[in-house]
């Protein structure tokens, strides 16, 4: 096993174990792993543990759960793990006292090709900007949330189709194997950071992709269909998109949309946008601006995500 570097590793959800398994495969001295306090969760409010603190335990790799990494425990903590790297993914923000104690650094991972879609909700926004092509990047931090200096990037195209969740998974495999190549790379000292704004990029408009909000989760139906159909994917699985349609007799119901397609159709020049065309049995499609989304599964209020045939199979007769 790997004596150099000692790394502490820090994360919370799926995201971030990925990126600590590949360190730990790869034979690196985790000496800490730095995950959020357990939460109470469900109806019992039963504590919840992170999907970092599950695998740290599984693993038997040195567990810290501070409710502030400013506190005088945890500093001293750190000061014992005497860590050469810091490793951060999916974490909340750092205080200067933290990420500038190793000797080599602190390096975050960040699911965008920074300085694009610096903030909470890369991959979301993406999608839902409609963007063909994302990726992932290494960076050091700094003061200021994803402007460090960037230590490597991979690129990777994003699917005509592909929802957030999917593109989630393909990133987050990615970004594991970009952080042992980091690690790897500052060990050699093959790395020349490089501060964001050089190379023509900082002069271009950047999109922020601030933290997914309600607002975000509506429809506008006066919206083109590909625009529609990208907030439907950019926020498929999690926390989805929302809308109410009209029944025949003037009433409406809420529903979460799952999954949904782009449909064209001679029909639509008839119809307003928000408005359902539905022949009650096998599909069902709501007008935009320039066409229909076709909705392929959906989730009515207080009940269970259901494909659309078996939701008109008991609710058609509302429609037609």
Known sequence: MKAYPRIVFYGTPDFAVASLDALVKAGFQVVGVVTA???AAGRGLTLSQSAVKRYAL??????????????????????????DIQVVVAFRMMPKEVWSLPPLGTFNLHASLLPQYRGAAPINRAI??????????????????????????ECMAIGPDETAGELHDRLMTLGATLVVKTVNRMIDETISPLP????????????????????????DWTQDTKKVFNQVRGLNPYPGVYTSIKLKDTSSLDIKIGSARMASDASQEHF?????FTDGKRFLKIATSDGFIEILTLQPASKKMMRITDFLNGSGTLFV
């Open 272 to 276: 307003l946008p928000g408005e359902v």
């Open 37 to 39: 306090p357990d939460k």
């Open 58 to 83: 599984a693993h038997q790799l040195p567990l810290f759960q501070p409710e502030r990494l400013k506190s005088p425990e945890f500093q001293q903590t750190l000061i014992h793990l005497n860590p």
């Open 196 to 219: 964001q704004g050089l190379g023509g990029k900082e002069l271009e408009p950047f999109i922020m992709a601030p933290k997914i909000q309600k607002r975000d989760t509506q429809i």
């Open 128 to 153: 839902m900007n409609g963007e063909s092509e994302t990726g992932v990047t290494t960076f050091f931090i700094n003061e200021e949330i994803d402007t460090g200096a960037i230590l490597l990037q």
